[in-house]
Every structure is written in structure tokens, then in C-alpha cells.
């Protein structure tokens, strides 16, 4: 085995742990904290491993594991990394190590909760290694019942209960999810006649490219996925469970769902809707960039008058996600690294983010920016973390989202010039509400109400010193992550060429009124 | 020469039926009364195993004159019953001899209303049908109301008395009109009959087929269901709910896939719709349901809507995918089960106030309960979403991609109800409800195996549905031939 099946270990070893802390009398919280963080640490050893020995000028799948599974159905237990899942597997190990870190001083039902935890990092890892539609599936469903009970049980009630923001975020999920169910069912059909049907990705992306998906079925089926899809990345106007859901979640929670679940959507747009099927993805990217300037711009208007912390950064992160789209509709090799590389960014900055929130509403109860003032003369080390991630959140330049945002406007101004601008523009406002928040709450006069609680020290300050690491680092030597996505977005550029005359949402409406005016 | 091995498994379950009688009355000792359930089980898988043993697949055994055929199909679905009916006798044996008044009678009209199952899915003709669903029937008549001093077990077992003889005058009436036009009782001899398309004909089968309408408690004729499934002792709620819900469904299938198939394009689409009737009602009327049993009950109507369209697919595919998702429902069903008779006489009931801080009094029922429900909603990795897969893969490939739909958002809108159970379990309690509810529930280690058996059977099924699905696809394409 040259592999060692290193990727299985990735996504097997959560789940063994979640296992053995099944097992573990409640009582030994920290033998389970200590097992939950070995769970953690080794995958993302050897994920740190895979990402460095991956070979960025052969591209493609590496370290593939293929076993077939249920053959009736053409499933099989097949994993690989490529320039696009890489980094977001290593985003899903950054994060899973850090909400561990977060989670540490968890001691309501603890044990219940690292199961639930190393579960949910388990599905995501699954998504991000399946080569497998199957597979992806499972691991997809796999995270919503877990984040329900932990929502509902660790999760806080502030603007809105807990309960009602732990069935929303699922109702929305799972109502996505049935759309994409359809949309994957009918491409699973419609991909290959009886007795040679499968969900392997390459072969399903090999039957589009031979053309036996028409145009019209791609465009039929990439609506259903994007409805799916777009309504996991918080797309305008399905992006309302966000903010709520982030709010009532537990730390953890909102670190793994901010930072990576969400992506889910926007990876599985490139590597299922764009790869199976770039008609439809052509045929509707000039409503995503309209949709995706809406994402960008009313939700930074709301982000302006919002009071909770976790909600200013909820509507933020619905913002941000508006860039993604925006570089996945301006369909170009360009734009495409931009947006998934904007996704590891996001990911990185929103769980710094929300372990800071959660650092601080653990020790004051507080979320509300009128009501936290001047936390810097007692914590400045959670002030520091607050800094890194707004000034990323901001653009700054030498901090990871800087390049990524950048890309993403490189890459879309060519395409929808006007988007782009308005687009852009919506930098302004994350700069306000991201400084204004900042300004309010971290710095002005010291209260002497927060005396009291004591800055995070060692342990504490594990996700800051982690998360600021890669903020940094990533920011200074972009290369790193973006190089990687390069290698699997190059490939796609005889595709992305091909499609690029394609007619799109634009012509059919052009065509429809010229037809209904001549008939007139 | 008579071949009386077709009848192996029916010869046996009666010998069982007749020994459970004899020993109630004959052992009166209390302690080798409470092996009664246990002496059953073992009885019934006995005959189970038989069964498996005198079928060979060298092909299709028969009864004289075709009435009664052993074949691929009638073996699965009798060990589906026989290992359903085993289950529910092993998890509910102490609520049975503790909570009903005759529990002699209860098991043996258990296995009575299972050996009117066994015949049902090997019955050809439509009077052999219609003994073994009417010995089902009766049987479920009597044990619905043998806890008839408890709440509304008098009423249940008499609107279920009731609804059951008007439906049953109608499938025999349907019948009769189905004679006089066809000119025969055997379902292979009507086969390519052209006489079924005279107006008699047609008004038979439509009859034929809302009787089953009624027995699988599909929308607008499941007015009985819930309120039969929440006064019902439990053991017989869940026998209703899957084993005479899946006899129904296998006896459907050869009734209109032997019998019928030369009209399918008149039943074709009326199936497709009432499945999707089935689907969206049941869903939202469980929606607002707080008593367990009763949700399931409504729940079951929506689960008898996913069946049917499997068998709208009517190919090979999608007969498949139903004999699968019968087998996954049964294993939720008994999880979700077994669950309620550990706490039902502990805790009182079964609404959701009943079951609160269950997570924290018996962390492995509460587990056993999501999983189970969430297999029925059909969320991975449960067996569930495999058996949706299945299903619906089959009906999109005929044609019918708004019936996939139909089904996807609604077993989506379905998470939400079962979620509340969830809910309810998980969620913290008030510090009065705490007093109460958060001491250990002691519960036999029968029932923890079962339950375990139901969650270990439930995940290994959807992750690694092959063997039961090629199972079933054999069974299937046998049939279709």
C-alpha cells in the first residue's frame, strides 16, 4: 500500500473516537476531552502529511482509495484529494482541532457532546474526500441531526430561542437537501442506461463530456442543485437560517458550520453542478452573480444595524459568501480559484471569529455590542483575535482574504463589469461594520464590570494562537493554498472555454420577448 | 402428486399455534407461564429457518390447481414476518405478561394473525387471499381489544371491527364482480384476460383495490388508523403497523402484478396519485401530533404512500426497492418499538411529555428511538435514505420525477415530527421534571438486545445495503419473469 489508506484514516478516526467516548463512563470528562483532542490531532497530522506530499504539477486525484461498495446500485467506497478538496479538507482539520480546543471547559453532558462533535467533523471530512456522490451524500445528511441536538441541548437563547433557531437551520438544510436529492437522483438516471449506472464523479463528469446529459435536462438539473446547494451557502434569498442558526449554536457549532459546513455548498457547486453539469451552470450563472450581489450587499446593510455579535458576524458570513458566487458565476479559471479560495479564507477568519464570541459569552454572558465596552484593558489577547479576524474580514492586505477577494474581482470584472463594481463596493460597508463593532466593543473606556473575568491564558488561547497562525501565514505566503486550488482549477479550462458561448438565462429571456414581440 | 412442502411453513406455524394453547392451559406454574413469548419466538424462527431450508431455488413449489404457490417472493416476505412477529413477541414478553389480561390468548392469536400473513403472500387465487387476510384480520380484531379494561382499547378494537367488515364487504364484492367478468379465481389465469376491460370488470378491480386501500390505511380511507394504533395494546400496534401493513403490500403486488397487469394503465396513474395523497397527508397531519403512538400511526400512512410508489414503478427495480424498504421499515419499527414498551408502563404513556430526560435515564433507548425514527424519515446513514434511494431511483426511471419529488420534500417535511420526538428526549428539563425523570429506567436485557439488534441492523443496512438488496432484487426479478 503506498497510501496507507491515509485518507480512510482522516475520515475514520473521528468516528473511532466518537466510538470510544461512547464507551467512557460519563463521569471521566477529561480522559474524553483527552480522546475527543486525539481524535483530532492525529487526522490532522496526517492531513498536514497528504497536503504536503501532494504533487501539485501532476494534479488530479491523489491517494485515491477505491472499494466497491454496493454494486447493485454502482456505489463505491471511493476517496481522493484533488487541488479543490485539499484545501478544504485541511480547512475541515484546522477548524475540527480548533472547536475541540474551543469546546475544552464544555462541562454540561460533555460526553454526549465530543460524540456529536466528532461525528459532525466526520461527515464533513466525508464530503470534502468522496469521489463517490453515495458517499458525498451519506457524509452530507450525516452532519444536520447531530447539529440539531447539540444546538438544542449547548445551544443559547437570545433574540430568538434556541429551539426555533436549531429547527430552522434544519428545516432549511433539509429542504435544500430534497431538492438536490431530486437533481442527483435524475442526473444518476439520466448519466448512463440501466446496468452500467454509477455515482462515481469522474465517470458521471465522463458521460456529460460525452454528451448523453442534453442541454435542457443540465439546465433542469443544475436549478435543482443550485436551490440545494445555494441554500447551504446562505444564497440570497435562502440565507435567513444563518444568522439565527449561528446565534443559537454552541461555539463549536458555529466555528465548524460557519467555517466549513457552509462551503459544502459552494465546493459541491464546482465539483458536481459546474463539472457534470457547465451547460446548466452556464445557463444560470447570470442569475447567481445578481443573486450573489444581493448576498454581498444586503447583507452587509443588515450586518450595519445589528447589536449581537454572533449575528453581525452571522450576516457577515452571508456577505462573504456572496464573493464565492460571485467568482463561481463569472465562470474563468480566475474567479473559480478565487471563490475557493475565498471559502478556505472565510472558513479560517468566521471560527476565529466566533471562538473569540465564544470565549467571551462563556465568561460575561454578553453579546451585545452596546453592552461590551473596552474589553481590551481585559482581555487582550481575545481582543488581538477579534483584530486579526475583522482586519481579514476587512481585506487587509498580508492577511489570507486579501488575495482570495481580489482573485475573485479579477476574475469576475471582465464578465459582469456592473456586478463586479456594486460587488466591490460592498467592501466599504463590511469595513464599517466590522470597525464600528470593533471601535464599540473591544476598544473605548474600561468598565469595571468586566474586572472580574480574566483574559484567555494558555489553553485558552489555543484556537487564537492556531487559527491567527494560518490567518497570517496564509495571508503572507498565499501561495500555499492558492497554488493547490490552481492545480485543480487549471484542468477545467478546455471546459470552461467550451461552455463559454453557451447561451445562458439572458438569451432564453432575449429570445422568449423577441418571439412573444413578433408575435405581438 | 401433492406437493405438501409449498405448505411447509403454514403446517408449522399452526402446530406452534396449537402448542402455545395447549401449554396456557396446561402449565399453570408462574414461572414456566413467563417462557411463554420465548417458547413462541423459538417456535416461529424454527419455522422460519424451515422454510428457507425446504426452498431450494430450483423454482416455484405449488399447492393443487395453482392456488397456493412457495415461491422466491411468498419465502421473503414469510421470513420477514415470522422475524418481525419473533422480534415483537421477545422485546414486548414482560409487557405481555404483565399488562395484559389472557396473555395466552394474546400470543396465540399473534401467531394466528401471522400464519394469515404466510398465507397471504403465497396465496394465488383470490379465496385463498381472502382466508389469510381475513384469519389476520380477525386476529387483530381480538388483540386490539384485549387490554379492553385499559383507555381506549373498546373503542379502537370496535371502529377497527367496524371499518374492517365494511371493507372487507367491499374487496369481497369487488371480487365477485371480478369472477363473473374474468371467469376465474386464480390471479395466473387472468392474467391476459381481456373480459377485465367489460365495465364489470373494471368497477371489480377499482373495488379489489380500495379494499387494500383500506387495509394499508391509505388517505382518504385511514380514518381508523390512529385511533386504532393509540388505543391498541403496543405489541399489536406495532404488528399493525408493519406486519399487516407489509402483508397487505405483498399480496397487492401479486394481486395487481399476476392478476391485473393488463388494466396497469388504469391503476398505474390512480396508484401514483393516492401514493402522492398518502405521502403529503400522512406527513402533515403527523406534523402536529404529541403522542407518539399517534404520530407513528399517521406516520405509517405516510410510510404506506413511499411503498406505493415502488409499485407504480411495477418493474423488477421497484418491486425491489419495496420488499427492501418493507424489511428497513420493520427494523425502525421494532426500534421505535421497543423503545415505547420499556417506558410505557414505567413512565405511563407515551406522549411527549411522557418521554422527556429519556436521554438521560436510558441513553441507549433515546439513541435507538432518533435512530429509528430518522430511518423511517430516511436521513442517512440510516437504512432509510438507502431505501429512498432505491425507491425512487425506480419510479424517476419510469417517468414519474414529480412523484420523487413529492416524496423527497416530504420525508423532509417528515424530519421535523420525528425531530420533536428528538426533542423531547434530548432537551434539558426543568428542575421539576428532573425530580421525576432523570432516575435510571430499568428495563429487561431483552429489550436492550432487540433495541440494539434494531440500531445495529438499521445503520449496517444503510451503509451496507447489498446483501438484503440483492436478497430482495432475486425475489423481485423472479417474479417479474
Given amino acids: 500500500m503506498e497510501n496507507m489508506h491515509a485518507l480512510s484514516q482522516i475520515l475514520l478516526f473521528p468516528i473511532l473516537g466518537a466510538l470510544i467516548i461512547a464507551m467512557t463512563p460519563k463521569e471521566k470528562t477529561d480522559s474524553i476531552k483527552q480522546i475527543a483532542l486525539g481524535a483530532m490531532v492525529y487526522p490532522f497530522i496526517i492531513t498536514l502529511i497528504v497536503y504536503l506530499k501532494y504533487d501539485t504539477n501532476a494534479g488530479g486525484m491523489q491517494f485515491s482509495e477505491y472499494i466497491p461498495w454496493v454494486t447493485d446500485l454502482g456505489v463505491a467506497y471511493s476517496l481522493g484529494v484533488d487541488g479543490l478538496s485539499l484545501p478544504m479538507l485541511m480547512l475541515t482539520e484546522i477548524i475540527g482541532i480548533t472547536s475541540?480546543?474551543?469546546?475544552?471547559?464544555?462541562?454540561?453532558?460533555?460526553?454526549?457532546?465530543?460524540?456529536?462533535?466528532?461525528?459532525?467533523?466526520?461527515?464533513v471530512t466525508g464530503t470534502f474526500v468522496a469521489c463517490d456522490l453515495f458517499i458525498f451524500l451519506l457524509c452530507y445528511e450525516?452532519?444536520?441531526?447531530?447539529?440539531?441536538?447539540m444546538v438544542l441541548i449547548w445551544g443559547s437563547t437570545k433574540r430568538v430561542p434556541k429551539e426555533y433557531a436549531g429547527i430552522k437551520l434544519t428545516i432549511f438544510l433539509l429542504m435544500g437537501s430534497a431538492f438536490m436529492l431530486v437533481g442527483i437522483v435524475a442526473i444518476y438516471l439520466s448519466a448512463y442506461p440501466e446496468g452500467m449506472r454509477t455515482f462515481d464523479l469522474e465517470k458521471l463528469v465522463l458521460s456529460s463530456r460525452l454528451g448523453y446529459l442534453s442541454s435542457d435536462f443540465q439546465i433542469f438539473a443544475f436549478f435543482l442543485l443550485l436551490m440545494g446547494f445555494g441554500s447551504l451557502l446562505s444564497m440570497f434569498p435562502f440565507h435567513s437560517w444563518s444568522p439565527d442558526g449561528y446565534a443559537g449554536a454552541p461555539t463549536a457549532v458555529s466555528m465548524i458550520h460557519a467555517g466549513v459546513l457552509k462551503k459544502i455548498g459552494g465546493y459541491a457547486l464546482i465539483r458536481l453542478g459546474l463539472m457534470v453539469l457547465p451547460l446548466g451552470a452556464k445557463f444560470w450563472a447570470p442569475l447567481i452573480a445578481v443573486l450573489a450581489m444581493m448576498n454581498v450587499l444586503y447583507a452587509a446593510y443588515i450586518a450595519l444595524v445589528q447589536k449581537d455579535l454572533k449575528y453581525i458576524i452571522g450576516y457577515s458570513s452571508v456577505s462573504h459568501m456572496g464573493y464565492v458566487l460571485l467568482g463561481f458565476a463569472a465562470l474563468n479559471p480566475v474567479s473559480l480559484s478565487g471563490a475557493v479560495g475565498n471559502m478556505v479564507a472565510h472558513g479560517i477568519m468566521a471560527s476565529l471569529f466566533f471562538s473569540q464570541i465564544g470565549y467571551v459569552y462563556e465568561r460575561t454572558h454578553l453579546r451585545s455590542v452596546p453592552e461590551l465596552r473596552g474589553l481590551s484593558h481585559q482581555m487582550p489577547n481575545v481582543s488581538l483575535g477579534f483584530m486579526l479576524a475583522g482586519f481579514a474580514s476587512v481585506g487587509l492586505p498580508g492577511l489570507i482574504e486579501f488575495v482570495p477577494e481580489y482573485t475573485i474581482f479579477v476574475g469576475s470584472f471582465g464578465v459582469y463589469p456592473v456586478i463586479s463594481v456594486l460587488a466591490i463596493s460592498g467592501v466599504v460597508f463590511t469595513a464599517l461594520y466590522i470597525l464600528r463593532m470593533l471601535a464599540k466593543a473591544i476598544f473605548g473606556p474600561r468598565s469595571v464590570k468586566f474586572d472580574k473575568y480574566h483574559d484567555a491564558k494558555g489553553f485558552e488561547t489555543a484556537p487564537l494562537v492556531f487559527l491567527g497562525f494560518f490567518l497570517v501565514i496564509l495571508g503572507l505566503f498565499p501561495e500555499l493554498f492558492m497554488g493547490v486550488i490552481r492545480s485543480g482549477i487549471t484542468p477545467m479550462t478546455p471546459m470552461l472555454e467550451k461552455i463559454a458561448d453557451a447561451p445562458t438565462i439572458v438569451d432564453a429571456v432575449i429570445r422568449y420577448v423577441g418571439i412573444g414581440g413578433g408575435l405581438w | 402428486m401433492v406437493n405438501y412442502l409449498a405448505v411447509t411453513t403454514e403446517v408449522l406455524l399452526t402446530a406452534v399455534l396449537l402448542s402455545v394453547i395447549v401449554y396456557d392451559i396446561v402449565v399453570k406454574d408462574k414461572r414456566y407461564r413467563k417462557m411463554l413469548p420465548a417458547l413462541a419466538g423459538v417456535g416461529i424462527s424454527l419455522s422460519a429457518i424451515v422454510t428457507i431450508g425446504v426452498f431450494n431455488d430450483a423454482g416455484t413449489q405449488s399447492f393443487p390447481g395453482s392456488l397456493f404457490v412457495l415461491d422466491n417472493f411468498a419465502v421473503y416476505f414469510k421470513n420477514l414476518f415470522c422475524f418481525a412477529v419473533t422480534l415483537t413477541l421477545c422485546f414486548s414478553s414482560d409487557y405481555i405478561m404483565e399488562q395484559t389480561s389472557h396473555p395466552g390468548e394474546f400470543i396465540g392469536l399473534c401467531v394466528s394473525a401471522l400464519l394469515g400473513m404466510c398465507i397471504m403472500a403465497s396465496a394465488n387465487d383470490f379465496i385463498t387471499a381472502f382466508i389469510g387476510l381475513e384469519l389476520m384480520t380477525v386476529s387483530f380484531y381480538v388483540l386490539a381489544a384485549l387490554a379492553k379494561d385499559k383507555g381506549r382499547a373498546g373503542e379502537a378494537s370496535v371502529k377497527y371491527l367496524l371499518v374492517g367488515a365494511a371493507s372487507t364487504a367491499i374487496m369481497l364484492y369487488g371480487i365477485s364482480l371480478v369472477y363473473g367478468a374474468g371467469g376465474s379465481m386464480i390471479f395466473s389465469e387472468m392474467k391476459n384476460n381481456v373480459h377485465l376491460f367489460y365495465g364489470v370488470g373494471v368497477a371489480?378491480?377499482?373495488?379489489?383495490?380500495?379494499?387494500?386501500?383500506?387495509?394499508?390505511?391509505?388517505?382518504?380511507?385511514?380514518?381508523?388508523?390512529p385511533d386504532v394504533y393509540q388505543g391498541a395494546p403496543l405489541p399489536v400496534t406495532c404488528l399493525l403497523a408493519m406486519g399487516s401493513k407489509a402483508a397487505a403490500i405483498a399480496m397487492f403486488m401479486r394481486v395487481l402484478y399476476t392478476a391485473f397487469p393488463i388494466l396497469a394503465n388504469y391503476w398505474l396513474p390512480m396508484l401514483?396519485?393516492?401514493s402522492a395523497v398518502c405521502?403529503?397527508?400522512?406527513n402533515i397531519m403527523a406534523?402536529?401530533?404529541?403522542?407518539?403512538?399517534?404520530?407513528?400511526?399517521?406516520?405509517?400512512?405516510?410510510?404506506?404512500?413511499y411503498m406505493m410508489a415502488g409499485i407504480v414503478a411495477a418493474d423488477a427495480a421497484g418491486m425491489k426497492a419495496v420488499m427492501f424498504y418493507i424489511q428497513l421499515y420493520m427494523i425502525a419499527n421494532i426500534g421505535a418499538f421497543a423503545v415505547l414498551a420499556a417506558v410505557e408502563p414505567k413512565w405511563g404513556g407515551t406522549t411527549h411529555a411522557h418521554i422527556a430526560g429519556l436521554a438521560q435515564s436510558a441513553p441507549l433507548l433515546a439513541a435507538v428511538m432518533t435512530v429509528s425514527l430518522l430511518s423511517m424519515a430516511g436521513i442517512p446513514p440510516t437504512a432509510g435514505f438507502a431505501g429512498k434511494i432505491y425507491l425512487f431511483s425506480a419510479v424517476v426511471d419510469k417517468g414519474y420525477l414529480w412523484l420523487a419529488f413529492v416524496g423527497f420534500v416530504m420525508s423532509m417535511i417528515s424530519v421535523y415530527y420525528y425531530l420533536m420526538v428528538t426533542k423531547?428526549?434530548?432537551?434539558?428539563?426543568?428542575?421539576?421534571?428532573?425530580e421525576t425523570a432523570a432516575q435510571p429506567l430499568e428495563y429487561s436485557p431483552v429489550v436492550k438486545l432487540v433495541a440494539l439488534c434494531a440500531l445495529v441492523g438499521t445503520i449496517l443496512l444503510g451503509v451496507w445495503p447489498e446483501p438484503i438488496a440483492q436478497l430482495a432484487g432475486r425475489a423481485a426479478s423472479a417474479f417479474m419473469m
Fill in chain 1, 142 to 149: 450525516l452532519v444536520v441531526i447531530p447539529i440539531y441536538i
Fill in chain 2, 287 to 305: 406534523l402536529r401530533q404529541t403522542d407518539v403512538k399517534r404520530m407513528l400511526a399517521y406516520s405509517s400512512i405516510a410510510q404506506a404512500g
Fill in chain 2, 279 to 282: 405521502m403529503v397527508a400522512g
Fill in chain 1, 100 to 123: 475541540v480546543f474551543s469546546s475544552w471547559y464544555q462541562e454540561k453532558r460533555t460526553k454526549e457532546f465530543f460524540v456529536l462533535l466528532l461525528v459532525l467533523i466526520a461527515g
Fill in chain 2, 204 to 225: 371489480g378491480v377499482s373495488m379489489v383495490i380500495i379494499g387494500f386501500f383500506f387495509k394499508l390505511s391509505v388517505v382518504p380511507f385511514h380514518m381508523w388508523a
Fill in chain 2, 424 to 434: 423531547a428526549m434530548y432537551r434539558d428539563l426543568t428542575d421539576f421534571e428532573a
Fill in chain 2, 272 to 274: 401514483a396519485f393516492f
